[in-house]
């Protein structure tokens, strides 16, 4: 089935703030409107004010948004009837040509750098080498930050100067165009151009029993609500939703050569075969299955986006080596004879390179029991003991956290540091763990207090009288991120994946990089359990 989603979001009651006239015009029924974005803190006044428009024509312009009652809403998508530019915005408009002709006569011009910016795309915006922007900002990183402002040093200005600083007069109605190079080609010479019209195909086994049909369907619903969002902020999106029944894949090669983003199957073994399908351009974003990372290795269009174990595993290190101070010591406890473990392989490559001094220990729990004794002998009064139990073993877990404990009982100072599989254990008694101060790092966890979650879950109850399920915000934050990408990029959106930087969404963080030909997800959240039972989540 195809759907096409628009709506509105609650209201949002701010103080006002200044308009920036919009580039984007559309034609309807023969008349000329701007489409407007709004944006926190811009009321109906102030908007009406920058375009020199009455209210009462606005809101004639868009009877279906009831905006004498309703009011703006944040990322809402509004059209004011296009006129000539009011003596307001002329005055300000030569306001702002002044300030750029003294900018100019000074060698430089200030531009505002944008969340999806680098200082490459800057310096290729407008002719300026990198050398020459750091130089005149006196920066010796090339990391910028968004909204940074940073000087661009120039002779005169060019037409994409005018662009990003003025507000343009009389611009003509246009479409975007679309970029025709080739996949072979370099992020260089690829043109990433804007799309606010997204073809999208969500593959999953909705009829499947439960639990899985269930889980499926809440993912289905997190993600219509990612489209509902999206359209209140201008884009629209066919979506094509389809139920993979017993390994098979409901849809042509043609039809996903059609999509911007195709979203699912689950399993690794239908994203495979989805692969098969889709050739190498259509990107395929894997939501849900960890194991389907191998995929990456021999398909350059497949996106992972549940963070792996072993991106877990380095964040642990990683975690270890920025809280490390003098004085402290590192631990790695391991089950005697239990054999080679993914966790441990990977600790054994990664501590090490992390440049940080550790002492192994490794116990049977059924032959020793001087475990508290041994630990009293090895472990410092002076610092902090950092401690990582490299096993996956429920009952060794267990074990080794009851001995840890113990040490925390007699006055020792101990962190202990896990991935996220420890919090699913049902035999460890919680309150170890917060004696522990355990630091997890966790490709999920749903902060309760962000704002972002709290509307989600207002919305959600709202909406299908039910609670959300972890599935419900996994589906809202991949549907809402990579469609978001594909408007923002156009087709080769993908190729801008392992420049953007770490991005918060409802319960995870997303950081890809380049694995093999693919790319997978490393943003991990860092979880911190208090003594007074509280669960932190760093910023």
Not at 27 to 33: A, F, P
Not at 115 to 126: N, Q
Not at 191 to 219: C, E, Q, Y
Not at 414 to 442: F, G, T
């Amino acid at each position: 089935m195809a759907i096409s989603v628009s709506g509105g979001l609650y209201a949002q009651n701010y103080t006002q703030t200044p308009v920036t006239i919009s580039k984007d015009k559309v034609r309807i029924g023969g008349k000329v409107y701007y489409s407007h974005v709004v944006q926190e803190r811009q009321t109906l006044f102030s908007i009406c004010k920058a375009y020199g428009v009455t209210i009462d024509e606005v809101c004639e312009a868009n009877p279906e948004l009831d905006l004498r009652h309703n009011g703006t809403k944040l990322n809402s998508l509004i059209l004011i009837p296009f006129k000539e530019v009011s003596a307001t915005v002329r005055e300000e408009t030569a306001q702002k040509e002044q300030a750029i002709e003294e900018a100019i006569q000074q060698g430089y011009i200030v531009h505002t750098v944008k969340w999806y910016e680098d200082i490459k795309d800057i310096s290729r915006k407008y002719g300026v080498s990198v050398e020459s922007i750091m130089e005149a900002n006196g920066l010796t990183k090339k990391k910028l930050k968004n909204r940074q402002k940073i000087r661009i040093p120039v002779g005169t200005p060019s037409s994409a100067i005018v662009e990003d600083t003025v507000v343009k007069k009389d611009s003509s109605i246009t479409e975007k165009p679309d970029s025709t190079r080739t996949e072979e080609e370099s992020e260089d010479d690829v043109i990433f151009a804007r799309n606010h019209n997204l073809n999208a195909v969500l593959l999953l086994p909705l009829t499947a029993g439960k639990p899985a049909g269930s889980n499926n369907m809440d993912f289905y619903c997190g993600a219509l609500l990612a489209v509902e969002d999206l359209a209140n902020s201008g884009i629209s999106t066919e979506l094509s939703v389809y139920d993979v029944k017993q390994g098979k894949i409901p849809v042509t090669k043609e039809r996903l050569d059609d999509a911007d983003v195709v979203i699912g199957p689950i399993s690794a073994k239908d994203l495979e075969a989805t692969l098969e399908i889709a050739g190498s351009k259509t990107p395929v974003v894997s939501p849900l299955d960890q194991r389907a990372a191998s995929l990456t290795e021999n398909h350059r269009n497949f996106i992972q986006v549940p963070a792996t174990y072993a991106s877990q595993y380095a964040d642990m290190t990683d975690w270890i080596r920025q809280d490390f101070r003098r004085g402290d010591k590192v631990f790695v406890i391991s089950e005697q004879d239990a054999g080679e473990t993914e966790m441990g392989n990977a600790l054994k490559e990664l501590l090490p390179q992390s440049k940080l001094e550790f002492t192994e220990y490794s116990y049977n729990i059924l032959a020793n029991r001087n475990v508290v004794s041994r630990f009293t002998e090895m472990m410092t009064r002076d610092g902090i003991n950092r401690v990582i139990i490299a096993s996956e073993n429920e009952a060794f877990v267990n074990d080794a956290v009851r001995n840890l404990n113990l040490m925390v009982h007699n006055k020792f100072k101990v962190i202990l540091y896990s991935q996220s599989k420890i919090r699913s254990y049902d035999n460890i008694d919680v309150a170890n763990l917060h004696n522990l101060n355990l630091h997890v790092s966790s490709s999920y966890l749903i902060d309760y207090d962000d704002p972002m979650v709290k509307a989600f879950l207002l919305r959600y109850r709202a909406l299908y009288k039910t609670e959300p399920t972890q599935f419900a915000y996994q589906g809202y934050d991949v549907t809402r991120f990579f469609l978001a990408a594909a408007a923002e990029y156009g087709k080769n959106w993908r190729r801008k994946l392992p420049k953007m930087e770490l991005t918060r969404l409802l319960q995870a963080n997303y950081r890809f990089r380049e694995t093999g030909d693919g790319y997978t997800n490393q943003g991990v959240r860092r979880v911190v359990y208090g003594p007074d039972f509280s669960m932190d989540i760093e910023k």
